[in-house]
């Protein structure tokens, strides 16, 4: 907290440890600022800042299903916490991206027949990833587009072994996979009861696709899924990383945010971990390479 303070981290002199919430949200508040300020191209940052407004909508529905009376909020996103809350309320998406609009209008008709949180998630982040992957199709430049295209890779991998953990049916995969960019939702369905190694020939057609299966190498050593999310993160960042210093474009400014990001996420890890007396080994384990 001592180093927190030092830093004046959140811009709050006075505060305690129970005040360290508080310091986070500051920082991401006044990180969205300062990207919507300096942002040379904000249909392509904007991006980034609203996938802050799908976890704040997945927090919202699933409080909303579940009768949560106050659900946190996040902020560093495009909408406040007013105009995302009166969304929810009235199962209205119209001031959304259209792809994201399509996909929480159905999320609401299915959950109408059945309450199911789970698929909150899964639809929602479906409905961001299809905005991101459309609106970059048509940027130029190339960044942007591969960005979101390894993301979806990643994530539809690590999704594969999630399900596969759960011990779930092949034919529940489908419903659970984000769009689909250079690995394709049919080759990861027919790889699902076979050997994870037969996951190459799916990966082949990604712009990750060095990276997954490197990632991939890992988790089958280690045994735990998480390898794989920390060889998606790293890959991300690096997208970013050999290119921070081209000023007159988004590279420092989507830097910026990714740093913010990883910072908060770390910041909350380490009070975590001191607060409940564990192992400072956790730290070590979890924390992300950070942006520098």
Known sequence: MRALLDARYGNMPDATSEDCERMIENVRRQTTATILELSPDPALTDLFLLETDALNLKILIKAR????????????????????????EAQSYGDLPQAMADALNELEKKLKIQAEPQLVSVMVDY???KHCLLTSADAKDPFVKQYFAALCDFDNVITFFRMRAMGAQKEDLKEMLLPSAGVKAQSLIEAYELSAETLTRALSGSVAKSALQEGLNRMLVSGNISTLEKARDDYLLSLVNGHRHEVMTIFPIVGYLLARDR?????????TVKRNGLDDGVITERLRELYG
């Not at 299903?65 to 929810?88: K, N």
């Not at 910072?263 to 009070?271: C, D, H, Q, T, W």
Request: proline share 3%.
């Open 65 to 88: 299903l579940l009768g949560s009376a106050e659900p946190l909020f996040v902020e560093g996103g495009l909408f406040t916490r007013d105009q995302l809350a009166a969304m929810t």
């Open 263 to 271: 910072e908060s996420k770390a910041v909350r890890l380490i009070l």
């Open 127 to 129: 409905g961001y990833l």
